[in-house]
């Protein structure tokens, strides 16, 4: 368990490096005001020993399990009110639950209303994986004749279309060209 203070270091730490290399403990002990080096290396020692960092390369690391939103355990209902419990299963991260920090991955900011019926809305922001590939019922960010959009891939017998999600948008048919630009893989909403 660490102390209040050494607490204080490592939420400094964490705030200020994130998941990136940590700096040599020169540059540390500079930046948090010490005056040895040897103070950020006790500190380290303490950190390693209770797994908040780790040691890759010669190189210092925080763990990144410490990263991310608490996933509760217990459920909220939609419906009538129930007991929640403080329970908390493991920490999430969006860039590893959607390996957004990958160069394949992509956010886009979704503009009109065609695929409210699979509840993304205007202003919502989805994920998506760069593939050229995907299988019909997938929704995805596609090039169409002469623009982009987002809607559901079908292909049937080898007919090939674009399902929007609301009765009052038509099948989109490629009358020239058809590419897919990745495959949706999550939305975020803010509320």
């Known amino acids: 368990m660490l102390t209040k203070k050494q607490q204080e270091f ?3 730490l964490k705030d200020a490096y994130g998941k990136e ?7 540390l002990a500079e930046r948090f ?6 103070s950020v290396w006790q500190y380290f020692n303490k950190f390693r020993e209770e797994n908040l960092i780790f040691e890759e390369n010669n190189r210092f690391h925080i763990n990144r399990s410490l990263f991310g939103a608490k996933l509760m355990l217990s459920h909220v209902r939609a419906g009538f009110a129930s007991a929640g419990e403080d329970y908390v299963e493991k920490r999430v991260s969006l860039d590893e639950q959607f390996k957004i920090d990958n160069p394949s991955t992509f956010l886009f900011t979704v503009v009109g209303d065609s695929m409210i019926d699979l509840g993304i809305f205007e202003g919502d922001t989805v994920i998506v994986q760069k593939t050229c590939e995907c299988r019909s ?5 596609a090039f169409i004749d002469d623009g982009y959009t987002l809607k559901t891939y ?3 017998n080898g007919k090939v279309w674009l399902e929007p999600a609301n009765k009052n948008y038509p099948n989109l048919y490629p009358k020239e060209k058809l590419e897919i630009f990745g495959v949706v893989k999550g939305v975020v909403r803010k509320v």
């Open 10 to 12: 490592f939420d400094k």
């Open 21 to 27: 290399t940590l700096p040599s403990f020169e540059v």
């Open 33 to 38: 005001g010490f005056k040895h080096k040897n």
């Open 137 to 141: 019922g997938d929704i995805v960010l």
């Open 154 to 156: 079908r292909n049937k």
